[in-house]
């Protein structure tokens, strides 16, 4: 499964990750809806850091197309709101 974090480049995952993934998300969600912003930081930096940690880089120059996109480290509460889908960040 092959993910887009914004300004850093691609990485591929496997579907394995997902469901843990998902939890991560949701705690995203959860800090975004209650409008905490230490809690929207350390939220964004813990699943950024688990897709980093648990993904395979590709090189910079390949074009895969991506299953989803994440925001980058830096991104406001607003910008990550916008983002948002029914299911959050990451689908499924």
Same mark, same amino acid.
């Given at each position: 499964? &092959?993910? /887009?974090?914004?300004?850093?480049?691609?990485?591929?995952?496997?579907?394995?990750?997902?469901?843990?993934?998902?939890?991560?998300?949701?705690?995203?969600?959860?800090? &975004?809806?209650?409008?905490?912003?230490?809690?929207?930081?350390?939220?964004?930096?813990?699943?950024? %850091? /688990?897709?980093?940690?648990?993904?395979?880089?590709?090189?910079?120059?390949?074009?895969?197309?991506?299953?989803? &996109?994440?925001?980058?480290?830096?991104?406001?509460?607003?910008?990550? /709101? %916008?983002?948002? %889908?029914?299911?959050?960040? &990451?689908?499924?």
């Amino acid at each position: 499964m &092959i993910v /887009r974090i914004m300004g850093e480049g691609q990485v591929d995952l496997t579907d394995a990750d997902l469901d843990l993934l998902n939890s991560f998300d949701a705690a995203l969600e959860a800090a &975004i809806e209650s409008g905490d912003e230490a809690e929207f930081r350390k939220a964004l930096h813990d699943l950024l %850091q /688990r897709v980093r940690e648990d993904s395979k880089p590709l090189p910079p120059d390949s074009l895969e197309p991506s299953e989803f &996109i994440l925001p980058p480290a830096d991104a406001s509460m607003d910008e990550v /709101r %916008q983002m948002l %889908q029914d299911d959050g960040l &990451i689908p499924g």
